[in-house]
């Protein structure tokens, strides 16, 4: 079986995020959501509070509380800072990596019954054999073929197989060479 694909954007960042338990990336989500809503609403109220204490426009400002900006900057530093600490996940930065380094990138990978040779448009082929993979997991775009803890080894868009069908006879081959045969072999030892 031969697979040929470029990984897209959405595609990148699921596979930097696919280490992230499911809290953890349900909060990146909201907080990378609410940033540029929460900076807009700060500095409105911010310019609301000070028309009310310079006495223009007191006819608007004087439905606000002094509060309000307060809240908000809190809820927006929350949020800063809770980004902060995942830096090197956050949809700017990946992006940014993705456009350096990934985006003109072709990858072909050749699946034979004895493992995967795989490469990209600009380095040299890497041959893995199916007994070096641990585990296959899969996301919502993505497959990944692991090696011990590692979920990067190889990681392939399911878009990439063209049909329901070429997933799973690439999943039924996975399955067969990851742990049916393995633990084949491994049995004649135990006795």
């Known amino acids: 079986m031969r697979i040929e694909f470029q990984y897209g954007l959405g595609e990148w960042i699921e596979w930097k995020r696919a280490s992230l338990t499911e809290v953890r990336h349900f909060f990146l989500k909201v907080a990378e959501a609410s940033l540029m809503p929460l900076f807009f609403l700060s500095a409105l109220s911010l310019i ?6 310079l006495n223009v426009a007191t006819a608007i400002t004087q439905h606000i509380s002094s509060w309000v900006p307060f809240v908000f900057l809190v809820v927006l530093a929350i949020a800063e800072i809770y980004l902060l ?4 996940i956050r949809k700017k930065v990946l992006k940014k990596e993705w456009q350096e380094r990934i985006a003109g990138q072709k990858y072909r ?4 019954e004895d493992g995967v040779d795989f490469h990209n448009s600009t380095g040299p082929i890497h ?3 199916w007994n070096d993979f641990t585990a296959v997991l899969q996301t919502k775009r993505l497959l990944m073929l692991c090696k011990g803890d590692r979920p ?4 392939i868009p399911k878009r990439s197989l ?14 067969r060479k990851t742990v049916l045969e393995r633990n084949s072999a491994e049995s004649p030892k135990a006795n």
């Open 48 to 53: 609301l509070v000070l028309l009310r204490r």
């Open 152 to 155: 990067d080894v190889l990681v």
């Open 162 to 175: 063209g049909s329901q069908e070429g997933l799973e006879g690439f999943l039924e081959l996975a399955h």
């Open 109 to 112: 990978l050749n699946l034979t």
């Open 127 to 129: 041959i893995v054999q």
């Open 85 to 88: 600490r995942l830096h090197a």
